[in-house]
C-alpha cells in the first residue's frame, strides 16, 4: 500500500517525545516541506538487480558542498518519504536515492529490501515501503554520472521514524487582547491530531512564553493576556499520542499587531451618473491613523431593505465609489491585517427623494387587501426589462422588498408580504430594473439596478386627525383680510390631503349670522378674504379634508374689518402729516437740492484769492491816478489834498467810481483793497461827484474797453491782477502828515496819490 505524504513546516529537536537531537533530521524535514509543494515530477522507482550496485557510485563521496542532510520518516510503515539538500554549486541536478533493508544488521551482505529511486527533485514523498523489523539505510547521489558525484547517508529504525507533522497552514485572529489560533492538519493527520500547543514571543524577543498554551480540541486554541500594541511570533505542534509519537513544531508565523481604532469618514458625495437614469454615483473616502497596521480596507455594502447579498470588496486605498440605485443603503469599512480586523464605521446612504421627474405618472398600485397590492407602470418597460424588484416602506420603518421576473404584462401583484400594511399609514414604494435576464436576485450591490419611479399609497384612507395649525390674520382692511396657517401634520392626515375648506361666519347686527365656504390648493399655506363688509366681525375656521371627508376644524379666530369714517379721518389726518413735514422740512430739502443740482454761479467778491489782498493800499494800482484837486465834501465824499508827480494813466484809473460807492461804508481811517470788488462795467460810464453833484475836476480816465490792462470778466484772480499793475510803481501806503494839521482830515498815500477822507462837521 503507498500512502501519501505529509508535510513539516520547522522541526525543533528538543521537543520531540523521543527527544531525537539530530540537526540533520530537523533540516531533512524542513526541506522537505519547500520542496514538496513545487514538486510536480514522479521519481522512477527500480528494484536493485545486482549486490554490486553501489560500487557504480563508488566515486560519489560526502562533502558539504554538495548534497547533505538527507532525511527519512513517515506516517505508517508503509508510507515514507525522505528529504534532502541540494549542493551548493549545483543549478541542474539529478539525484539518485537507494534504500536498503538487510536481514539482520550482523549480516549486511544479505539484502530483504532494495530500492532505487531517480528524480530531479530533493524528495521522495510517495511509493517508499519499508519492513518495519529491519534497519533501513537510504543513500542520496547528486549528479551521479559527474566527476563530482556527491553523497548523502541516512540509517534508521522504521518503527522510529513515526511522526505527526504540523500543519501545513494556520490562522489567527486578534480581539480584545486575545488571539484566536486555528491550525490545518494533512488529511492523514486530521483523525491523529487530538490536541496542539502554541508557543509565542514578542517580536525580537528572545525568549518564548512559558507555560505552553494548549488547546481544547484539534482546530481551535486561544491566548489571552495580550498586548494589542506588539507584534507576536507564533509556532504550533502537535500533542504527542501513541499514533503521533513525534510532533515536530511548524515555521514561526509573524503576528501582526491588533487593530483597535476605527476609519474615519471623511467624505461622501452623491452625483448624477451623465446620460444615465436612475443610477448615481457614491463616492465615499475616508482615513486610518495607524497606516503602517494595515494592509487593506474591507468595505460591506448591502440594502437597507435587507435583501442579498451583502457585498464585501477590497480596496488598498481609502476610497471607494459605487454606483448605486436610488435606494437606501447601509456600509461598513473597516481596516484589516492578516490577524485582526478594526472597528467598523457604518454609513447610511439615503434613499434619493427627488425622483419625481423619473417616476411621475409612471407607477400607479392597487391596494387588494393588507398582504397583498398590485403595481402598475407603464406598456415601454417590459421591451428592455424582465427582472425587477420592489420596495416599500413607511415612513421610519424597515422597508420590505420582492424580486420578480415579468415579461408578459406591465402590472405585478405581490401577495403574502413579510408584514401586513397598516391602515391610515403612507408608503413609499419604488420600482427598480435589472439588467441581469438569467436570475432577478442580485448577484452584487455595486452596479446591479436602476430606479425606475417612486410613488406613494395608503392600504386604507381616512380624514385628518387635527386641523392645520397657527391659524392667523392681518392687514385687516375695510373690505379685506390675509389669512395664513401651517400644515396639517403628515401623520394625522390619513390619506392624500385634498385641498383645505376655510369657514368664514359673518356676525350681523340683531345676532343673525351667515357663514361661507371657500376651498383651498393643498399646498396653499395663506388666502386672502375678499368682499367682507366694513365695520363687521366676522370668525374664521379652517380643516383639510382628504377623499375619505372632511377633518377636524380648527379653533376659530375673530377680526373686524375697519369702518369707513375711521378709514376717512385716517386719510385727513395723513394728508396733513404730509403737508405739516413739508412745510417743515421742505425748504432746507428744496434748498440742498438747488445746490446739489443747480450750483450758483463762483461769486468773485468771496473768492479765495481775492480776499487774500488784506493789506491796507499796498496795491501800486492807484499810481496811475495823475491829479486829484482838494475840495471839502460832505462827510462820506473823497476828495484829493494833494498833488503828487504826473503818472501816466493807467488801467486802475477807471477803477476810481468804486471810490464813490464807499458812501454807503462807515467811516474808516483806512482803505482797503476790496474797492476792486465794484462792479468795473459801470464805473466807466459814470463820473465821480460829491454829495452836491459837483464834478470832480482833474481826473484823467481811460476808457476800459481801450486799456491794455483791462480785465476781460468780472472775475479776476491774483496772477491777473498782478499783470495790470506796473511794474516799476512803488509800492507804498502810509498816512499823510497833513492830517495832523487838521484833525477832520485823514489822508492815504497810495501809490504816491494822496486822498484825503473828512470827517463830518
Known amino acids: 500500500m503507498v500512502g501519501s505524504g505529509f508535510l513539516l513546516d520547522f522541526l525543533d529537536s528538543k521537543c520531540t517525545s523521543y527527544g531525537i537531537k539530530s540537526y540533520v533530521f530537523l533540516l531533512g524535514v524542513i526541506l522537505v516541506y519547500c520542496t514538496a509543494l513545487s514538486s510536480h515530477v514522479q521519481a522512477s522507482k527500480v528494484p536493485c538487480k545486482s549486490k554490486n550496485f553501489s560500487s557504480k557510485y563508488q566515486h560519489c563521496g560526502i562533502n558539504p558542498a554538495g548534497v547533505h542532510d538527507l532525511d527519512c520518516f513517515g506516517k505508517h510503515p508503509t508510507s515514507y518519504r525522505c528529504v534532502w539538500k541540494p549542493g551548493n554549486s549545483a543549478s541542474e541536478n539529478t539525484y539518485t536515492l537507494i534504500i536498503t533493508q538487510p536481514f539482520l544488521s550482523s549480516s549486511p551482505s544479505r539484502i530483504r529490501h532494495c530500492k532505487v529511486y531517480n528524480t530531479s527533485q530533493t524528495n521522495i514523498t510517495k511509493g517508499i515501503l519499508l519492513y518495519e523489523k529491519y534497519n533501513m539505510t537510504a543513500e542520496v547521489f547528486e549528479n551521479s554520472a559527474s566527476t563530482n558525484c556527491t553523497k548523502s547517508v541516512f540509517r534508521g529504525s522504521p518503527m522510529s521514524l513515526f511522526r505527526c507533522g504540523p500543519p501545513h497552514n494556520a490562522s489567527f485572529s486578534r480581539h480584545s487582547g486575545k488571539l484566536d489560533v486555528s491550525g490545518n492538519w494533512q488529511n492523514e493527520d486530521i483523525k491523529d491530531v487530538q490536541y496542539y500547543s502554541v508557543r509565542y514571543k514578542a517580536l525580537g524577543s528572545l525568549s518564548w512564553s512559558k507555560p505552553l498554551m494548549q488547546s481544547k480540541n484539534g482546530k481551535k486554541c486561544t491566548v489571552e493576556n495580550l498586548n494589542s500594541s506588539l507584534v507576536y511570533s507564533m509556532q504550533i505542534q502537535c500533542v504527542t499520542n501513541d499514533r503521533c509519537p513525534q510532533c515536530p513544531w511548524s515555521e514561526s508565523y509573524t503576528v501582526p499587531a491588533e487593530l483597535t481604532t476605527q476609519p474615519v469618514m471623511v467624505n461622501m458625495k452623491d452625483t448624477d451618473i451623465a446620460k444615465t437614469k436612475g443610477r448615481r454615483l457614491i463616492s465615499l473616502t475616508w482615513k486610518f491613523p495607524a497606516k503602517e497596521l494595515h494592509n487593506s480596507y474591507h468595505v460591506i455594502i448591502g440594502k437597507a431593505s435587507g435583501e442579498a447579498p451583502r457585498q464585501r470588496m477590497i480596496t488598498t486605498e481609502p476610497e471607494i465609489r459605487l454606483v448605486l440605485s436610488y435606494s437606501e443603503y447601509h456600509l461598513n469599512i473597516s481596516a484589516v491585517n492578516n490577524a485582526s480586523t478594526s472597528p467598523a464605521v457604518s454609513q447610511t446612504i439615503p434613499q434619493r427623494e427627488d425622483i419625481a421627474s423619473t417616476g411621475a405618472g409612471k407607477l400607479n398600485v392597487t391596494v387588494d387587501n393588507n398582504t397583498s397590492f398590485t403595481i402598475h407602470w407603464k406598456e415601454d418597460l417590459i421591451k428592455n426589462y424582465v427582472c425587477y424588484s420592489v420596495e416599500w416602506m413607511e415612513r421610519g420603518h424597515k422597508a420590505g422588498s420582492m424580486s420578480f421576473y415579468e415579461d408578459e404584462y406591465n402590472h405585478r401583484t405581490l401577495t403574502s408580504l413579510p408584514e401586513p400594511l397598516e391602515p391610515y399609514k403612507r408608503y413609499s414604494i419604488t420600482l427598480h430594473t435589472r439588467p441581469d435576464k438569467d436570475t432577478c436576485n442580485m448577484k452584487k450591490v455595486n452596479n446591479s439596478e436602476s430606479t425606475y419611479g417612486r410613488t406613494h399609497f395608503y392600504s386604507i384612507e381616512g380624514s385628518p386627525l387635527s386641523a392645520p395649525t397657527n391659524l392667523s390674520f392681518y392687514n385687516v382692511s375695510l373690505n379685506s383680510v390675509e389669512l395664513q396657517w401651517l400644515s396639517i401634520p403628515e401623520d394625522d392626515i390619513r390619506g392624500f390631503l385634498l385641498g383645505y375648506i376655510i369657514y368664514c361666519t359673518e356676525y350681523q347686527h340683531g345676532g343673525a349670522t351667515t357663514e361661507r365656504n371657500i376651498k383651498m390648493d393643498p399646498m396653499s399655506n395663506s388666502y386672502e378674504l375678499r368682499d367682507l363688509k366694513d365695520g363687521t366681525a366676522y370668525g374664521v375656521k379652517i380643516s383639510g379634508f382628504t377623499e375619505a371627508g372632511v377633518g377636524v376644524r380648527s379653533t376659530p379666530i375673530f377680526f373686524t374689518t375697519k369702518y369707513q369714517e375711521l378709514s376717512q379721518l385716517i386719510g385727513v389726518i395723513t394728508i396733513f402729516a404730509v403737508i405739516g413735514i413739508v412745510l417743515i422740512f421742505g425748504s432746507p430739502v428744496i434748498k440742498r437740492a438747488k445746490v446739489i443740482l443747480w450750483p450758483s454761479i463762483p461769486n468773485p467778491g468771496k473768492s479765495n484769492a481775492m480776499q487774500k489782498i488784506e493789506e491796507p493800499c499796498e496795491l501800486e494800482l492807484l499810481g496811475s491816478i495823475n491829479h486829484l484837486e482838494e475840495e471839502e465834501w460832505d462827510t462820506n465824499s473823497l476828495k484829493i489834498v494833494e498833488k503828487q508827480e504826473v503818472i501816466p494813466?493807467?488801467?486802475?484809473?477807471?477803477?476810481?467810481?468804486?471810490?464813490?460807492?464807499?458812501?454807503?461804508?462807515?467811516?474808516?481811517?483806512?482803505?482797503?483793497?476790496?474797492?476792486?470788488?465794484?462792479?468795473?462795467?459801470?464805473?466807466?460810464?459814470?463820473?465821480?461827484?460829491?454829495?452836491?453833484?459837483?464834478?470832480?475836476?482833474?481826473?484823467?480816465?481811460?476808457?476800459?474797453?481801450?486799456?491794455?490792462?483791462?480785465?476781460?470778466?468780472?472775475?479776476?484772480?491774483?496772477?491777473?491782477?498782478?499783470?495790470?499793475?506796473?511794474?516799476?510803481?512803488?509800492?507804498?501806503t502810509s498816512f499823510s502828515q497833513d492830517t495832523e494839521s487838521d484833525p477832520r482830515r485823514h489822508r492815504v498815500d497810495c501809490g504816491g496819490i494822496r486822498i484825503g477822507l473828512y470827517e463830518p462837521i
Not at 474797453?705 to 483791462?710: A, G, R, V, Y
Request: net charge negative; with cysteine; glycine share 4%.
Open 649 to 732: 494813466a493807467s488801467p486802475l484809473s477807471s477803477m476810481l467810481p468804486l471810490l464813490h460807492a464807499s458812501d454807503d461804508e462807515e467811516d474808516s481811517t483806512e482803505m482797503t483793497c476790496n474797492w476792486i470788488q465794484g462792479d468795473t462795467g459801470d464805473s466807466t460810464e459814470e463820473i465821480p461827484s460829491d454829495i452836491t453833484g459837483k464834478i470832480i475836476p482833474d481826473i484823467n480816465r481811460i476808457d476800459p474797453q481801450s486799456s491794455p490792462f483791462t480785465f476781460p470778466c468780472d472775475y479776476t484772480t491774483i496772477e491777473m491782477f498782478q499783470q495790470g499793475i506796473p511794474q516799476s510803481m512803488p509800492a507804498r
